[in-house]
């Protein structure tokens, strides 16, 4: 597992992507609403129980961050089902896609690891940026109540 963490802090975009994923959900437990907090704990969590679970192998299905993906996936649908934020809505069907980039891979195991990858980053980054707009408009609401 430690193997995993130094490898995979060793590539640029990844370095990237995690440092602002920390912020963001640093940012929802500072500003943001039960909504945002909770998600933040979640997202982290399921962050470093896939890095946890990933096998080294990277030409094999991570049925591991698979499960977990399903597991988030499943969170976010029951928020859906309680919330009525279209962030929330854009988060999930990014998650949704995370997911089929998985089915497909599991499908056509010749699809190319990098493209797997780069699909499996997009749509992660984008759903970091709809949850990012979500705690914003948390951060947003706080601070315009605080001015009337």
Do not use: N
Not at 103 to 114: C, E, G, K, N, S
Request: aromatic share 16%; with cysteine.
């Amino acid at each position: 597992m430690f193997q995993f963490f130094s490898d995979l802090f060793s590539i640029l975009p990844t370095q990237i992507a995690a440092t602002v994923m920390l912020a963001v959900c640093a940012l929802a437990l500072l500003i943001g609403r039960r909504l945002e907090r909770w998600l933040a704990v979640a997202t982290v969590a399921a962050w470093f129980i896939s890095a946890a679970v990933q096998t080294p192998d990277r030409a094999a299905v991570q049925w591991g961050i698979f499960t977990v993906d399903i597991v988030y996936l499943l969170f976010l649908i029951a928020l859906c089902a309680v919330e009525r934020r279209a962030w929330i809505l854009f988060m999930t069907a990014f998650q949704l896609l995370v997911v089929l980039t998985h089915v497909a891979f599991i499908i056509d195991l010749t699809l190319m690891q990098w493209s797997f990858f780069s699909t499996y980053y997009l749509w992660s980054d984008a759903e970091l940026v709809a949850f990012a707009v979500g705690v914003g408009q948390a951060g947003w609401g706080r601070w315009s109540a605080r001015k009337v």
